[in-house]
């Protein structure tokens, strides 16, 4: 069994905002919804590795929305200079960055974020 992707809520009709954090600032590269899916607003994104995904986020329309406070995403990236990078593109763009747990989880960096809509995303890299 592996994981196949993750679910966020978003609010209807926000689609560029979470295109400006999930593509434009993680990186991720945004993939079309099935036809049958795309009516119902949000949208997908994927990172891969060569020919295999490594990561797969479904932003979906809740009505009414909450974000995610607690529960979220944990992603990694290859390297310490790599989550420095990211965590200053993440703020940099005007997103809230928190380090104050990055040395809590034993074994990884770490770093919290927000989406534009609130939703907690964790990046961590495994220490050498």
Partial sequence: MRLHHVQLAMPAGQEGEARRFYADTLGLLEVAKPQELAGRGGCWFRHSDGDVVTVEIHLGVEEPF???????????????????????????????????????????????????????????????
């Fill in 66 to 128: 909450a974000p995610a406070k607690k529960a979220h995403p944990a992603l990694l990236v290859r390297d310490s200079g790599a989550l420095e990078e990211l965590g200053a593109r993440i703020d940099a763009a005007g997103y809230d960055v928190d380090w104050a747990e990055r040395v809590s989880f034993i074994g990884y960096e770490r770093f919290h974020c927000r989406d534009g809509f609130g939703n907690r995303i964790e990046i961590m890299t495994p220490t050498a």
